[in-house]
């Protein structure tokens, strides 16, 4: 059974940075597609960053420049470094991990809060 634990989250002030990780375990197929989504208050879950296995990335574009994604395939961990946080960052972010159509698996989710 695939399981997905994040930690990193907490409370910041606007411009500070976290970083996110989120260890994966269990029968994990490749290739595959790691990442973050995140879901603020009221709104519904929408991505943040992911990267596939051989490293190529994608952003939101609200985070380019800001957060940069990263994984250690040894480790079957992804990361997410968030610098330059802005008080519209705040949510909960969930990790994810896709081995193929319909195959997604996910985290319980870390609450990021930055106050202004």
């Known amino acids: 059974q695939v399981q997905l634990v994040e930690s990193g989250g907490g409370l910041v002030q606007a411009g500070g940075s976290l970083r996110l990780s989120c260890v994966t375990s269990?029968?994990?197929?490749?290739?595959?597609?790691m990442g973050w989504y995140r879901q603020a208050p009221g709104k519904q879950r929408a991505l943040v960053a992911g990267?596939?296995?051989?490293?190529?990335?994608n952003y939101q574009d609200s985070v380019k420049g800001r957060f940069t994604i990263s994984r250690d395939n040894a480790k079957n961990t992804v990361y997410l470094q968030m610098n330059s946080l802005k008080p519209e960052d705040t949510a909960v972010y969930y990790c994810?991990?896709?081995?193929?159509?319909?195959?997604?698996?996910w985290g319980k989710g870390t609450l990021v809060t930055v106050s202004s």
């Open positions: 994810y991990l896709r081995t193929g159509p319909g195959r997604d698996y």
């Open positions: 990267i596939n296995s051989g490293g190529s990335t």
């Open positions: 269990g029968s994990i197929f490749s290739p595959n597609v």
